[in-house]
């Protein structure tokens, strides 16, 4: 029997009760708690963060993309790894990469410091992510992993519930923003020691081969795009030498990843072979514009209600609750409903409509919206959200041979993060030039009637991210005019990305869900009918 072959039968974990199950839930969870808690956390206390650093819109959206990337351009090699070595290791491992991240954001004295604190601890956030979902699928079968999925939507739904809430309690207390950054490790030192103690998975040994030719040329040629499009239009011209050269690059660079992942590595860190499966790829690419729209329209929220709103950091993480429940409550009802049915497709489906439905929506937002009608629009967007994210993953597990869960997972997550990456970028590049064209041609109008004098405007012109409680009132209103306007125009650019995740959505192929852990027979008998042949051409 060939190699590939008897690790695909080796790795399946011995069927667990339920309570066996939650038993290693306890220590996954605790550690999906500490991922999501410092996004959701950290998040809120952003505007404070750039302000104090002096930072430009450019320094708020990297801070952002930088743990994105981090995570985006790791996590299939997180899921290569998992095929590779020992998973209780790798995801204590990533914990340890979140907590000495952490320490060095809160120590950061400059915005290139926390920036380089965030890859540090986005490292080990696409590991926590990553290792997650391949061990879950290691252990509970696709027709009850929807009832599990219910536990991490509601894990999710608590960390994005008291993130906001504890970040800006942090942020208006004596600690500051820096003590943002120490909120997880605690929960991470647990989440650490619950794993030693209750994760158990057969492992086993063989010679591996890790492709870190095709890691570098993966990390490069998206950190060429992510650079292009935050930067375009800013540092250079759109239509320049440096944007060509840019774009030109990150095409190349990426062409030669997958060249490598296809010819020369022996163990590529996104097995192309994968992309045979209509699934696979349908469920990629609406991952993909999904992130997009998802993380680069919602990540700019807090800013919204901090900046064009007024609020402080303490209400504006209560804002976010609205779209929590939303959240949490598809994902949590659509993970039974599938587990009882059996069925999956429907839900993805309804996922998909609400999420465009709901950016819509907030594209209609000012700085006058009422707050109940913007919670609303947030639940919508929590909705589609909630019933896409998980069953995505879920579709392409079903189809996957156990020895391919490990890399399979992670590309979908891989797309789903490169697209928020790219999202982020792109719409905070939307969002700074569109606030700077609105603040530009309103400030003559104000100049003229004398509501403010030439003096008064250097707060806008210092090239940092300008904190409104320090402006003039005229200014003042026309800034939080000006970022009610550009986030509004965030949703809007976001819709298109939402609707191509629902047509990928529509064309996926319904397959029943299996029934246990291990692979389908026909997938059994294929592998086995492939050795014979094997052994027939040695012989």
């Known amino acids: 029997m060939s190699e590939s072959h008897q690790s695909s039968q080796a790795i399946v974990a011995p069927e667990m009760t339920h309570r066996q199950i939650m038993e290693v839930l306890s220590g996954l969870l605790m550690a999906l708690f500490v991922a999501m808690l410092s996004s959701t956390s950290v998040a809120n206390a952003l505007p404070r963060i750039v302000t104090d650093l002096g930072g430009t819109q450019s320094g708020y959206t990297w801070i952002v993309v930088s743990s994105m990337l981090a995570m985006t351009a790791t996590t299939p090699i997180w899921g290569k790894l998992a095929d590779l070595y020992n998973k209780k290791m790798l995801v204590q491992v990533a914990l340890g990469l979140f907590i000495v991240g952490s320490a060095i954001c809160g120590l950061a004295p400059s915005m290139p410091v926390i920036i380089t604190g965030r890859v540090i601890a986005g490292l080990g956030m696409g590991g926590i992510v990553a290792l997650i979902q391949v061990i879950i699928a290691m252990i509970v079968s696709p027709r009850e992993r929807g009832r599990y999925s219910g536990y991490i939507g509601a894990v999710f739904a608590l960390a994005t519930v008291i993130g906001p809430l504890v970040g800006g309690v942090i942020v208006d207390s004596s600690f500051g923003w820096p003590g943002v950054f120490y909120v997880g490790v605690p929960f991470a030192v647990i989440a650490f020691v619950l794993l030693q103690k209750t994760l158990h998975l057969p492992h086993v040994r063989r010679e591996v081969s890790i492709d870190y030719l095709g890691a570098f040329l993966l990390v490069a040629g998206v950190s060429a795009l992510l650079i292009w499009v935050t930067l375009g239009g800013e540092s250079f011209e759109w239509a320049s030498l440096t944007s060509y050269a840019l774009v030109a690059g990150s095409i190349v660079v990426l062409a030669l990843a997958i060249l490598v992942e296809g010819k020369v590595a022996k163990e590529p860190i996104i097995p192309l072979r994968l992309f045979r499966d209509r699934t696979m790829v349908l469920s990629t690419f609406a991952s993909f514009f999904v992130g997009a729209g998802m993380f680069g329209a919602t990540v700019y929220l807090q800013q919204y209600f901090q900046t064009a709103r007024g609020m402080t950091p303490t209400h504006a993480g209560l804002m976010s609750i609205c779209m929590v429940l939303g959240l949490s409550t598809a994902g949590m009802v659509t993970g039974r409903l599938i587990s009882s049915t059996g069925r999956w497709k429907r839900y993805l489906i309804f996922g998909g409509t609400m999420l465009p439905i709901g950016l819509y929506l907030l594209s209609?937002?000012?700085?006058?919206?009422?707050?109940?009608?913007?919670?609303?629009?947030?639940?919508?967007?929590?909705?589609?959200?909630?019933?896409?994210?998980?069953?995505?993953?879920?579709?392409?597990?079903?189809?996957?041979?156990?020895?391919?869960?490990?890399?399979?997972?992670?590309?979908?997550?891989?797309?789903?993060?490169?697209?928020?990456?790219?999202?982020?970028?792109?719409?905070?590049?939307v969002l700074s030039h569109r606030v700077e064209d609105v603040i530009t041609d309103g400030i003559p109008e104000l100049v003229a009637s004398g509501k403010v004098t030439p003096e008064e405007l250097q707060s806008l012109q210092s090239g940092g991210l300008a904190d409104p409680a320090s402006m003039p009132s005229a200014v003042q209103a026309l800034y939080e005019h000006a970022f009610a306007v550009a986030t509004a125009d965030l949703f809007l650019v976001a819709i298109p990305c939402a609707l191509l995740a629902l047509v990928a959505i529509v064309g996926i192929r319904e397959v029943p869900l299996k029934t246990t852990v291990d692979d389908l027979p026909e997938k059994k008998a294929l592998a086995e009918a492939e050795t014979e042949v094997e052994e027939a051409v040695r012989r």
Do not use: C, K, Y
């Open 364 to 429: 209609t937002i000012d700085e006058h919206t009422n707050l109940a009608v913007v919670g609303a629009f947030m639940a919508v967007v929590g909705l589609g959200v909630g019933a896409t994210n998980q069953n995505l993953v879920l579709a392409v597990q079903n189809n996957l041979d156990n020895r391919d869960m490990g890399a399979g997972s992670s590309v979908v997550a891989f797309f789903r993060s490169m697209g928020g990456s790219i999202g982020i970028a792109a719409l905070g590049a």
